[in-house]
Every structure is written in structure tokens, then in C-alpha cells.
């Protein structure tokens, strides 16, 4: 895919949330298109809809309305069960809080998306030794996620974002919960990510200075997209 | 097997938690083992019962004993085509605890009588030609490292001798022995010639225990034993014939209704056991809401997930079940020494097996269904909210 081609490619999406009788309307007839081997920052403040924008790109939740095409493949028309196998192949994610098994080592966590290939048990150990070799973590491959410092717990969520080599990585506030060093290392190593290895992130962060190492801002307000930042 | 570890870790999450639900499945199983063991025991003579004979006792006590002389009256009665008898003499071999049934017994009649048991012609001649001869179970003989051709000291319980004295020596001339696990399981017994036991008893002579009736028509079992008994009625000697099986059940219910009984303490233990599985799978799924909303992230799909929630459960119970059959079978030994051969002897056979089999599975799906289902609706956004 060459640089210029429509990875993401949003219509009118509009998104509805219904808590009993009240109907919670959070995105708002959202176009948007990210292009293949973009970085882009989704930013606003608390309550804009960017999460759930970055949800909807991921394939985690549904539109109520308009049309979601990510690499030419109509996602809000998959059913559950072609979502499910979709994100397998096609998205990694990164989260505020990582998200790991706890009772897993850091490599059986990397290994946990290649269990829904065919790989074999040789092969998804192999895949997931270079994985974490690349976010520089092949030391710590045995250990379980509470032996393990926040940002290095990050990096391996990254390791296993990237193991089934995705075309999408959707980082959800990746840095939320990291001191400024570790931060930037972790930025850094998405940065790198996209940068050397192609791969197109779509990153949530409410932090500017995290947002300098993305290529493009997208703002949002109320469940709309603003030109220009909206003070939080 | 790729999903082994994953599953492993997930049980194994809260050690202590799933070790003590672990030991309780495994103590529910050993349990369920050891009775059904006891409950096959009471009900191994039912079960290898014939269908073609029928027994007859004195109409009030089977401890009543029976004329002799009744013999060729029901040898005559229309259907019947062979006749045998025994009497319980009630041994002890050496001390107290080593007791086992003997039965005196005529003995071409009585291994006519019984085909399912196996002995070797030479020794079945010589039974019948020794009157101080005995043949013993195998399991019994191997049990005593008794030899054909030594004499067999045993002293009995109710039976003195002419002289008051209640020890008695055969001279054990044959092993007997069975085809069929079940049979062979029946025969820690040891059979005495009634022609010397009859003379040599101080009393009770001319009578025996009960007779055993082969009949040329099962269907006609009812009819005979109807027929048998009417010959004796109003005689001081009453008699109650029964189809071997029914006679069997009913020994083993004088003793209490052990399948009943086994039956409701298995309800008790399995219920607990579906409450206290149930409640740590519940809240293990509950405590691992954000993870199985990772794995859906991550591409497993709900029906994936469902499935692991209750093979997490089906891998306690297996491993638990496993142990706890396991335990009971280990535990066979020592429980079929200890009872010194009162009783018939335990094992934990294939059915057993095929029934906690069975067992394991309905209580995984019971205590695995509600889990799984819950995560099979699980909506990761709102999962991962929960954060």
C-alpha cells in the first residue's frame, strides 16, 4: 500500500448509546480518512467521543449509522464473529493500562494472538521472541507482568500488539500511565514502529507532548471534529 | 492442546482457591469410587445371577435350616432339571479377622450347579471322592498361600464338632476359579464336602442351608417356585423359592438398601460439590472480566471464549475427578484386606469409571455453563470500561 492510499476511510459515523431510557448520541456524523503509514493523534477532552471513535476503527464496538472501511473491507457490516477475525489479522492494541494476563509470562501474552492462527507451538514462541526483542524486552520473556516495571508492561502489550504483524496499531492512551521518560520511550518505540516497519497508529492521548510524535491531530469535541484544539 | 497453558494459568490464578476446590472435587470422586465399589459388592451376586435358577430357604429364616429329604421331592417337580444344596459353615482361618464363607456343599451337584466356575477336572474328582476334601477360591488361596494337597485348619462359628470342638481340617484338593471378573469376584469362598461335615457335626444332621434349582425354562421360574413351595406347605418346614436374583437382592437389602443409601450420600456430596465449584468458577470469571475482554479484543471470538470458560471447569473436574477415582483405587487394597473376607470384594470396575466420567461432565457443564455464557455476552467496550 503506498503512502497516499486510504487506509481508514470513516463516513458519517455516528454513534448512539442507550442507558435505560436516555439516549447518549456521542459521535456526531464523523468523516474522517487516515491514510496507510499514517501516525495520527486523536485528541479532545474527556467526554469528546475519541475513545469511542478509536473504538469504532478497531472493530471493538459497531456504528449506529454511516460506514466504517478500513483496507477496503466494509467493517460495520462484518458480524461478530467476522470482527473477532478480522481485528486477529488485521489490529494491534495498545492500552492505558496494558491489559496483560497476569497469571501469563510476558512471551505466553505476546504468543496469545498467534494461538488463533495455524502457527505451530515452535513458531508462535519464535514470532513472539522477535516481537519482544524489538521492543527490547527478550530478557524479561519468562517473567510474569507484576515482576515487570509500568513501562516495560507497556512494551510488552506493544510486543504483542505487533507479533501477528497488523496493519493497524489503535493505542488507547498508551502513555497515561507512565512518567515523562518512560513516556517518550514508549513513544518513541511506536514512533519507530510506524516510522521503520509501515504501520499505520491511530493514537488516543490527551497529552500534547505526546502528540508531537504523530505525524497528524485529529480533534474532537462533543462527538464532533473541531479544525483547531479545544482547551480540555 | 495449544490452549492447555492458557487455560491452566486462568485456574490457577488463585492457587489457593483452586487447590481447595480441587481437593474437594477430588474427595467427592474418592468418595463416589469407594461407594459404588461397596454398592457393586452388595450387588455382584445379583449380577451375576442366573436366570435359570431359583433358590430355596425355609419360608421364615434363610438361617432356618432345610430337610435333606427335601431333595428328591424337588428334584421331582416338572421343570426342574437339577438340584443342588449347601449349608453356611462360617469359618475362621487362623485368628478372628481372617474369615470367609465356607459352604458345605454336595460336589458334583453343586459344581453342576455353577458352570461359571472353573477347576480343574482332576481336582473336581477329587473333591468328589475325598470326604474330608475342600476346594478354595483362587483369590482366596493367593491371599493364603494355601497349596492343593495341604490340610486347611478352620475353626467354625456355629458348627461344633461331635466332640465340641469347633476346629475342623480338610484337605484342600482343588482351586476354583472364574472366567469372569465378576464371578472370580465371588469366589473368596471355600467349599467343604457335605458327606464328612454332615456326620462329623454335633448337630443338625440331615439338614442343609438351602437348595439351589435349575430350571429347563426361566420363563417358567415363577411357575416352579410356586410349585416347589406348595409341596411343603403346612409341613413344619416351610419353603419360599425366588429366582437367584431376586434372592441376592434381597440379602444384600437385609443388610439395608446400600444403592438407596449410596445414592443419597453421593446427591449430598455432588450437590456440595456443585455449589462450591459453581461459586469459584463464578467468581473467577468475574474477577477475570477485563481479561476475556483482552482475548475478544484480541480476536477470540465469543463462541472461543465460551468455550474456554467451561473448559477451564471441565479441566478441574477432570483433573480432580481423575485424582479422586484415582485415590479410590488405591485405596482397594487396604479396604478389601481390612474386612478379612466378610465381605464381597471391592474394585472400582469400568462402569464406575464411565459413570464419574460421566458425572465430571454434567457438573463442568453445570458449574461451567453460567460462566461461560456470561462471557460469552460479554461487550469488551463496556468490559474494558469497567477499567
Known amino acids: 500500500m503506498s503512502a497516499a492510499t486510504i487506509l481508514v476511510e470513516i463516513r458519517s459515523v455516528t454513534k448512539v448509546y442507550q442507558r435505560g431510557r436516555q439516549r447518549i448520541e456521542v459521535l456526531h456524523g464523523i468523516d474522517l480518512d487516515i491514510p496507510s503509514g499514517d501516525f495520527v493523534a486523536l485528541m479532545g477532552p474527556s467526554g469528546s467521543g475519541k475513545t469511542t471513535l478509536l473504538n469504532l476503527i478497531g472493530g471493538l464496538d459497531t456504528p449506529t449509522a454511516g460506514r466504517i472501511t478500513v483496507g477496503g473491507l466494509r467493517i460495520d457490516q462484518l458480524s461478530g464473529g467476522e470482527l473477532a477475525a478480522w481485528r486477529a489479522a488485521h489490529v494491534g492494541f495498545v492500552f492505558q493500562f496494558y491489559n496483560l494476563l497476569p497469571a501469563l509470562s510476558a512471551q505466553r501474552n505476546v504468543e496469545l494472538p498467534l494461538l488463533l492462527t495455524d502457527l505451530s507451538g515452535a513458531e508462535r514462541r519464535r514470532r513472539a521472541r522477535i516481537a519482544l526483542s524489538l521492543v527490547g524486552l527478550e530478557d524479561r520473556a519468562a517473567h510474569k507482568p507484576r515482576e515487570l516495571s509500568g513501562g516495560q508492561e507497556q512494551r510488552v502489550a506493544i510486543a504483542r500488539a505487533i507479533v501477528s504483524d497488523p496493519t493497524l496499531l489503535v493505542c488507547d492512551e498508551p502513555t497515561g500511565d507512565l512518567d515523562r521518560a518512560t513516556a517518550d520511550e514508549v513513544l518513541r518505540l511506536v514512533q519507530m514502529l510506524n516510522r521503520d516497519h509501515g504501520k499505520t497508529v491511530v493514537m488516543v492521548t490527551h497529552d500534547p507532548k505526546a502528540a508531537e510524535y504523530t505525524q497528524r491531530r485529529v480533534h474532537l469535541d462533543k462527538g464532533t471534529m473541531t479544525a483547531e484544539p479545544v482547551s480540555a | ?387
Open chain 2, 1 to 387: 492442546m495449544r490452549y492447555l497453558p492458557l487455560l491452566w494459568a486462568g485456574l490457577f490464578r488463585k492457587k489457593t482457591r483452586t487447590i481447595l476446590t480441587l481437593l474437594s472435587i477430588v474427595v467427592a470422586f474418592a468418595l463416589f469410587g469407594l461407594l459404588q465399589a461397596v454398592e457393586v459388592a452388595f450387588e455382584s451376586g445379583a449380577d451375576t445371577a442366573d436366570a435359570k435358577r431359583l433358590l430355596t430357604t425355609a419360608r421364615y429364616s434363610i438361617i432356618d435350616p432345610l430337610p435333606l429329604s427335601y431333595l428328591r421331592r424337588i428334584e421331582q417337580t416338572p421343570g426342574v432339571v437339577g438340584v443342588a444344596h449347601a449349608d453356611w459353615f462360617g469359618a475362621k482361618y487362623q485368628n478372628e479377622s481372617n474369615a470367609f464363607p465356607v459352604f458345605a456343599v454336595d460336589p458334583v451337584r453343586y459344581l453342576d450347579m455353577y458352570p461359571e466356575f472353573t477347576i480343574a477336572r482332576a481336582q473336581r474328582e477329587a473333591f468328589a471322592r475325598t470326604r474330608t476334601g475342600a476346594v478354595a477360591g483362587k483369590r482366596l488361596a493367593d491371599r493364603f498361600g494355601w497349596k492343593v494337597g495341604q490340610k486347611l485348619p478352620i475353626s467354625s462359628e456355629i458348627h461344633p464338632r461331635t466332640d465340641g470342638s469347633l476346629s475342623w481340617e480338610f484337605d484342600l484338593v482343588g482351586i476354583l476359579d472364574a472366567d469372569d471378573p465378576a464371578v472370580r469376584g465371588n469366589t473368596d469362598m471355600v467349599l467343604i464336602n457335605v458327606g464328612y461335615f454332615d456326620e462329623a457335626r454335633q448337630s443338625g444332621r440331615g439338614t442343609t442351608g438351602w437348595y439351589i434349582v435349575r430350571v429347563a425354562d426361566s420363563t417358567q421360574a415363577r411357575a416352579i417356585s410356586a410349585s416347589t413351595d406348595a409341596l411343603f406347605l403346612n409341613s413344619p418346614n416351610e419353603t419360599k423359592t425366588q429366582p437367584e436374583k431376586e434372592f441376592a437382592l434381597g440379602f444384600a437389602k437385609q443388610i439395608g438398601d446400600i444403592g438407596a443409601l449410596v445414592t443419597r450420600i453421593l446427591i449430598a456430596v455432588f450437590f456440595t460439590i456443585l455449589i462450591l465449584t459453581g461459586n469459584t468458577m463464578a467468581q473467577a470469571t468475574r474477577e477475570r472480566i477485563p481479561e476475556l475482554a483482552i482475548l475478544k479484543t484480541l480476536g477470540f471470538s465469543d463462541a472461543k471464549v465460551t468455550a474456554l470458560v467451561l473448559a477451564e471447569a471441565g479441566l478441574l473436574l477432570a483433573v480432580g475427578g481423575s485424582l479422586g477415582m484415582g485415590a479410590a483405587v488405591a485405596a482397594m487394597p487396604a479396604l478389601n484386606g481390612s474386612t478379612g473376607g466378610r465381605f464381597p470384594p471391592l474394585f472400582v470396575g469400568a462402569d464406575t469409571w464411565a459413570l464419574a466420567a460421566a458425572l465430571a461432565a454434567l457438573v463442568a457443564l453445570c458449574v461451567g455453563l453460567p460462566p461461560a455464557l456470561r462471557a460469552n455476552r460479554l461487550k469488551i467496550v463496556t468490559a474494558l470500561a469497567g477499567h
